[in-house]
């Protein structure tokens, strides 16, 4: 598998389920993001944690971390129809060098 | 919060044209990178930038991309003369100088670039 790697590819849920998406990656790393997209648009971030850190919360975010497994989740609670977008892990192995961006997820959430 | 800024957010240009992509890192950043997404594809690594020069470039960035700090608080993108395989979101981003570890990068939202 590559650096960088979510899944499922896609995901489709009804308002009001939690979406969890998984992000697996093979270097070691500083840090990992999670970053929404949505179609055609930015980057927007979502949130960042240490290669330290096994979880982090934000709102309806809730990331984990494991480094020994190398992957980490992202889950979104009460997922509303303004969450669907795809959502990207990025990895960071410091150093100043480069980030890998996953394939991503694409999440689909039915009003 | 300090954020990463690009401009336009938006540009269209003519195949052939030479296109400038601004991007205006975090104040105290000294390392600066460009990514590039084409669409329905991953995000892609083109360049890092330190000190007035190249630190790393991925085989995307060929002779018709440059990188330039022309002042103390931009950083940009030209490329010489545009293909239509060049439409793309391009990414800036920055990170800090710490002594002895490395830092986060932080991702501006993006410069949609079409060219026709």
């Known amino acids: 598998s590559q650096q960088g790697e979510e899944d499922p590819q896609a995901l489709s849920i009804q308002e009001g389920e939690n979406a969890t998406m998984n992000c697996s990656y093979k270097?070691?790393?500083?840090?990992l993001q999670w970053y929404r997209q949505n179609s055609g648009r930015g980057l927007v971030h979502l949130i960042l944690?240490?290669?330290?850190?096994r979880e982090k919360h934000s709102g309806r975010l809730r990331v984990t971390l494991d480094t020994s497994k190398k992957s980490s989740s992202l889950l979104i609670t009460a997922s509303r129809a303004a969450d669907t977008a795809s959502y990207f892990c990025?990895?960071?192995?410091?150093?100043?060098?480069?980030?890998?961006f996953g394939t991503g997820t694409k999440l689909q959430v039915i009003p | 919060e300090p954020e990463v800024t690009q401009t336009p957010s938006h540009q269209v240009t003519q195949m052939g044209q030479e296109v400038i992509l601004r991007c205006v890192p975090i104040?105290?950043?000294?390392?600066f990178y460009w990514y590039r997404q084409i669409l329905g594809q991953k995000v892609e690594f083109l360049v890092s930038?330190?000190?007035?020069?190249?630190?790393?470039k991925s085989e995307i960035f060929d002779d018709q991309f440059s990188v330039e700090r022309p002042d103390g608080s931009n950083f940009t993108l030209k490329i010489r003369s545009t293909k239509l395989e060049d439409s793309a979101m391009y990414f800036c981003?920055?990170?800090?100088?710490?002594?002895?570890?490395?830092?986060?990068?932080?991702f501006g939202p993006g410069t949609r670039l079409t060219v026709l």
């Open positions: 104040s105290n950043h000294l390392y």
């Open positions: 990025a990895t960071d192995p410091g150093g100043y060098q480069k980030v890998t």
């Open positions: 270097t070691s790393i500083n840090n």
């Open positions: 944690i240490r290669s330290n850190e």
């Open positions: 930038f330190y000190n007035n020069e190249i630190s790393e």
């Open positions: 981003a920055s990170s800090r100088k710490t002594s002895g570890s490395a830092d986060t990068q932080y």
